[in-house]
């Protein structure tokens, strides 16, 4: 009996809330809607917490909700007002807020560059494997991050040959992990490089050399793949260097 009748207060709860989701880019303006006599909860989608919001204390009450990184507003009069909302990671966004009669109202704020971001993560993971490590190497050769990818800047040195001077610039970590190198031939002669030489940086699925043949003092960039479990074997000088053979 008891747990029916929390159920039954419950129910009026849930449905008292309107929602509104608005996609939106930073800089910009859109109209949304809140309730006349009741509370608004405003915030942002895909874990992004408000920093601030801001509005004319005459026309709207406003308060942090802290645990969830929203905010709660309350229409003073009926009159249309503005508001201007900033992310944790400082974007801007202006509300046109319309009171309207009705039950409390929730507002999601959607980043669109998030969505496209998504979307493209998606159709990656429904891509082969080796399509999806092509296209993946691809964009970080030309200098991009890949959607879903962060970027961690190391340049350090990397203990490898001899004849080698290599340094690792950049480690793509998402649903593989990628390692960005440059090496350098310091030896007095000609290099020609293969990939089945990298062996020795660790559990390697695939890698990538720009240029195979080096001249003395030319440079390659090389790029290693790893499978998303982490980073094995390039945290920088791994004993002495050895002669290649």
């Known amino acids: 009996m008891t747990i029916r009748w929390v159920l039954l207060l419950l ?10 989701i608005i996609e939106v880019e930073p800089g910009g303006t859109y109209p949304v809607r809140a309730a006349a006599n009741d509370l608004t909860s405003i915030g942002m989608a ?27 507003i309350k229409p003073i009069s009926k009159t249309p007002f503005s508001l201007i909302v900033t992310d944790e990671n400082g974007d801007s966004y202006s509300l046109e807020v319309t009171p ?20 493209l993560i998606r159709a990656e993971r429904e891509m082969p494997f080796t399509s999806r490590l092509k296209r993946t190497l691809k964009i ?28 690792l610039l950049n480690v793509y970590q998402g649903s593989m992990t ?8 310091v030896s007095g002669t000609e290099m020609r490089l293969d990939e089945r030489e990298f062996k020795d940086l660790g559990s390697v699925v695939s890698v990538a050399i720009r240029h195979h043949l080096l001249p003395p003092q030319g440079t390659t ?12 074997g390039a945290s920088g000088t791994r004993g002495d260097a050895r002669e290649r053979t």
């Open 221 to 232: 960039d090389v790029f290693i793949v790893r499978d998303a479990s982490g980073i094995r």
């Open 140 to 167: 970080v050769a030309h200098g991009d991050v890949p959607a879903g990818y962060t970027v961690e800047r190391r340049d350090q040195a990397v203990t490898l040959w001899v004849e080698a001077d290599l340094r």
């Open 178 to 185: 990628i390692e960005h190198y440059v090496l350098r031939n």
């Open 100 to 119: 309207v009669a009705g039950p409390g109202e929730v507002i999601t704020l959607q980043r669109k560059s998030h969505q496209a971001n998504e979307a």
């Open 11 to 20: 129910l009026p709860v849930s449905a008292a809330y309107a929602g509104q």
């Open 46 to 72: 895909d874990g992004l917490r408000l920093q601030a919001v801001f509005g004319i204390e005459t026309v709207v009450s406003i308060s942090k909700d802290e645990a969830f990184g929203r905010a709660i």
